[in-house]
């Protein structure tokens, strides 16, 4: 099993800029992919971006590309997404959650899961 937790959400103004982490433990060597999702009140969870756990291949959802950019810091074993230009669609709480497996934007592929964190983004 895989411990995540997730940091670094909070309000901001549309146009502005926030960052999450997302920190792993546990049994990470049974994973290859870290990925973000958002799930807003009422919505289905949403996938946002994607990296491999080497961080040699990033994955990007449509609404946030150009936007949004993960990373990942391979001695800190964290993950990172950038998220700029933000609008008040990208409110939501954002999970962070890892996998073994290419499919990166079905939710339900993912093996474990953070308890996510608060992004709002007020007009």
């Known amino acids: 099993q895989v411990h995540l937790e997730e940091s670094g959400g909070g309000w901001v103004q549309t146009g502005g800029s926030l960052r999450v982490s997302c920190a792993a433990s546990?049994?990470?060597?049974?994973?290859?992919?870290r990925g973000w999702f958002r799930q807003a009140p009422e919505k289905e969870r949403e996938f946002v971006a994607a990296?491999?756990?080497?961080?040699?291949?990033?994955f990007y959802g449509e609404s946030v590309t150009g936007r949004f950019t993960i990373s990942k810091d391979n001695a800190k074993n964290t993950v990172y997404l950038q998220m700029n230009d933000l609008i008040p669609e990208d409110t939501a709480v954002y999970y962070c959650?890892?996998?073994?497996?290419?499919?990166?934007?079905?939710?339900?592929?993912?093996?474990?899961w953070g308890r996510g964190t608060q992004v709002t983004v007020s007009s």
């Open positions: 990296i491999s756990e080497d961080g040699d291949r990033t």
């Open positions: 959650g890892v996998k073994f497996g290419m499919d990166v934007k079905g939710a339900r592929s993912y093996s474990d």
């Open positions: 546990g049994h990470t060597a049974s994973t290859n992919i």
